[in-house]
């Protein structure tokens, strides 16, 4: 596939280190290698294809389902995984619709998934270095760019829309329950009064305000003080929280036997939406007290890491962007696979 009309650096997002890729590979082995010759992986969030592009390497017997709902980053993914022919196969969807997709899919990959179950998963939530790396996406606070901040460009609501549309309580709301903004309510009313005079197109202005608005002892720690704030309007733009939410029974009703979920999350509130599903999966339903399990209450699931595991002091060294991640995984013990539309409902 051509790499043609792409606003960035193909070669140079090839070099970015995709975060514990070892580990991610350690993860998903015992359900690859139970499924063997049909197993077939889903990277949910495919991004640069760098996870793909190892457990392809990795595990020579499976097959991998990239999906990602930025159809610039699959072009380029899907260029830089040709070598691998049809082992590798790309879907356009936000990552909570890959039950349809796959219940929908035609060709081997699809056959296989459908007949077996999926061997693993991987999401790893988020913006993509290749996303930051794009200036005029608008992601990044550091540069002046139109405010966009979709990872699907092609629709839907932008940063600027959601400044220059919600009321002073919902942009109070979205920035104290997706940034944890102090002054949450300053900067709404700040936003609120400079619109008027002309609406926000630019990160610049935006970053401008912030400087104005927040005090100079807190902008004096805690890292750039736009840092928060853009982080919430990526949040509320893309319905990231809606999209874990509606995924995660699809994809643990999708696992076959043996087969594990892995989500890697930079952020808490992800991680506490992470952390609640796998607890309801792997607890069982028997009253408290007695000895032993009742039928049909024991759990389908077992959670595989204690906690939230983090990366190395190496890998950070290595790669500054695993700082932050917090891994969970999930594996399944018994049950039949099912592709389910996004929220799990049939």
Known sequence: ???????????????????????????????????????????????????????????????????????????????????FGPRFCAVNARFDGLGTAIAQGEGDIFDAARAHGIAGALFDLGVSSMQLDQAERGFAYKTDAPLDMRMDPSHGLTAADVLNTYSHGDLARILKTYGDERFA?????????????????????????????????TRRTGGHPAKRTFQALRVEVNRELEAIENVLPVITSALSIGARA?????????????????????????PAGLPMDLPGTAPEFATVTR????????????????????????????????????????
């Open 1 to 83: 596939m051509a790499t043609t009309n792409l606003n960035y650096d193909v070669a140079d997002n090839h070099g970015h280190v995709p975060v514990m890729r070892e580990r991610m590979a350690q993860l998903l082995r015992p359900g690859v290698e139970a499924a063997g010759s049909q197993a077939v992986l889903v990277d949910a969030t495919l991004g640069a294809g760098g996870h793909s592009e190892y457990f392809l390497q990795t595990f020579p017997q499976a097959r991998v389902i990239g999906v990602d709902r930025d159809e610039q980053a699959l072009q380029n993914a899907s260029a830089r995984l040709e070598p």
């Open 185 to 217: 309510g300053k900067i709404a009313s700040a936003v609120l009064k400079e619109r008027e005079k002309e609406p926000f197109s630019t990160s610049g202005r935006l970053v401008e305000l912030l400087y104005s608005t927040i005090p100079a002892a």
């Open 262 to 286: 892995v989500f890697m999350s930079y952020q808490s509130l992800e991680d506490r939406l992470v952390k609640a599903a796998f607890k309801d999966l792997s607890t069982s339903t028997t």
């Open 307 to 346: 906690g939230a595991e983090k990366a190395s002091a190496a890998e950070v060294e290595e790669n500054s962007r695993a700082a932050s991640v917090r891994v969970r995984a999930l594996e399944r013990l018994e049950g039949t696979p099912e592709f389910l539309p996004p929220g799990g409902k049939k």
